[in-house]
């Protein structure tokens, strides 16, 4: 069931991918850009296992450990881009204070010996991502209905992020189970910025300008 549920978050995660930078080259913001790279890497933690059946060089633990650190520093990184973008523009921070969260990447080498430092450094950038996206998506719902969909997407993040960390001696989540939760709250965010962003108008109308500057 792990290996079905690994493919699973593989498929989604790379649609993800996909669809974030999409966006991306649509509007150029720093917080598609930090989705879509974080996507990225989910999907190569769900190939994890994969790819090592393919090249036996390769350490599963190693890839999924690393790939892990990677998509939430990129997370907190769009987190704070979400931040930004909220803010009005004469009060923004620059643009390159939304990449201080990757510092973690820099840093992780030093505690990845100290097991209970680097999953509370971990647990402390998923936590901090998820209150932000929760605090923003359940305003700009209660702006805009259509911003429900990502408040789900979140919500579904948030309950498996919580069961995660309830004590093994409470409860204990199987990895297949938050590896399903985890794709579910992805694929819902994703269609969710779709229908938002009215990805494929826009992709129409950015064909447009192509054709009509190229004209």
């Not at 994890?48 to 059946?53: D, G, K, Q």
């Amino acid at each position: 069931m792990t290996g079905l549920s690994g493919v699973i978050l593989f498929i989604i995660s790379f649609y993800a991918t996909f669809n974030f930078f999409r966006l991306y080259t649509i509007d150029k913001k720093i917080f598609h850009f930090c989705m879509g790279t974080a996507a990225a890497f989910l999907a190569l933690y769900g190939a994890s296992s994969f790819l090592a059946l393919f090249f036996p060089i390769l350490d599963p633990d190693f890839i999924g450990e690393w790939s892990t650190v990677f998509t939430v520093a990129f997370l907190l990184s769009a987190a704070a881009a979400l931040v930004r973008d909220f803010k009005p523009v004469f009060s923004r921070f620059p643009k390159t204070f939304t990449f201080i969260p990757l510092v973690l990447i820099v840093i992780y080498p030093m505690i990845i010996d100290t097991l209970v430092v680097k999953y509370w450094v971990l647990g402390l950038y998923q936590g901090s991502a998820l209150l932000i996206a929760l605090l923003i998506y359940s305003y700009k719902t209660y702006e805009k209905s259509e911003y429900a969909y990502m408040l789900v997407g979140v919500a579904f993040f948030a309950i498996t992020f919580l069961l995660y960390w309830i004590p093994e001696s409470l409860f204990t989540l199987p990895v297949y189970a938050w590896m399903l939760l985890t794709s579910s709250g992805i694929l819902i965010l994703t269609v969710g910025y779709n229908q938002a962003y009215h990805l494929e108008e826009q992709l129409i109308d950015s064909e447009k300008r192509k054709e009509t500057w190229f004209a």
